[in-house]
């Protein structure tokens, strides 16, 4: 390998980047391959996998049913973006960017498709009225937290998570600037928290849902193997508030769907009625 430090050509050319999920990568949109997506019985129909983005999506219709509300049984579809699931045609027709989660709402018609998680979480607690508080201010700040966390996120995932677990080889300088990033963001939240139960106040909601799955995972120590290099110990309060999450049956239950890695015997690689988790 050279030493020659690297010049951006003039114009860039796509080339192999090396990296976990190299195989994948391309600078183009569009489907890869026909397939239809399959649809199940209940109203919902959820295409995912169990990444921070994608338990989100299962923690949040998991709380929905424990909350009573029927409507919000689910078909959770495995879609294993290793292997290029999300660039088939059906799934490009819910979510143009190939992107898990991806969810269609059948219980009207025509359907409606929805993707980025944000949006989903969002329209799951207008639709079943719960999760995001009715008064302005309340409302205003669980907005707040929730779109901080959907721009805060790339740099945990896409910039530490990337240079520091999946680039193929270690560099210096992004995983120093990346680092620097994920510590500013954990002391938001640590001050945050230190005057808060929950993100928006003393009421558990959509923001806490979304912000947990990363930062919360993350004080966890079960994102990217990064606890002690990120010494997640000292925030002491999001680790109160992670603690007190973590051990919500609907959390326990959402974690469990849609994996491609871990317990067979706990996990599901996917979920079509309360059955398959019981």
């Not at 239950?253 to 067979?264: A, I, K, L, Q």
């Amino acid at each position: 390998m050279s030493n020659a430090p690297y010049v951006p050509p003039k114009v860039w050319h796509d080339a192999p980047s090396g990296g976990q999920f190299a195989s994948i990568n391309r600078p183009i949109a569009g489907p890869t391959h026909d397939k239809t997506l399959e649809v199940g019985k209940n109203p919902l129909q959820l295409y995912s996998l169990a990444t921070p983005n994608g338990i989100k999506v299962t923690i949040m219709l998991e709380e929905l049913l424990a909350l009573g509300h029927t409507g919000a049984e689910y078909d959770a579809w495995l879609i294993r973006i290793g292997e290029g699931d999300q660039f088939s045609s059906g799934f490009v027709d819910i979510n143009p960017n190939s992107k898990i989660p991806a969810l269609l709402d059948c219980s009207v018609e025509p359907a409606i498709r929805l993707f980025e998680s944000g949006s989903i979480l969002l329209y799951l607690a207008e639709k079943f009225g719960c999760l995001l508080p009715t008064d302005p201010a309340g409302r205003a700040e669980t907005l707040n937290w929730l779109f901080w966390q959907m721009g805060a996120a790339p740099y945990l995932g896409g910039g530490f998570g990337h240079f520091y677990a999946y680039a193929p080889e270690k560099l210096e300088y992004p995983i120093n600037r990346f680092t620097m990033e994920a510590k500013r963001q954990l002391d938001v939240l640590d001050r945050r928290l230190s005057e808060n139960r929950y993100l928006a106040g003393d009421t558990y909601t959509i923001a806490d849902i979304a912000v947990w799955s990363w930062y919360g995972q993350l004080a966890l120590g079960d994102l990217y193997s990064a606890a002690e290099f990120l010494a997640v110990h000292e925030y002491t309060h999001v680790q109160r508030w992670t603690q007190e999450i973590a051990s919500r049956p609907a959390v326990i239950r959402g974690r469990r769907v849609n994996p491609t890695w871990g317990d067979e015997a706990t996990q599901v690689a996917e979920r079509h009625s309360a059955a398959d988790l019981d």
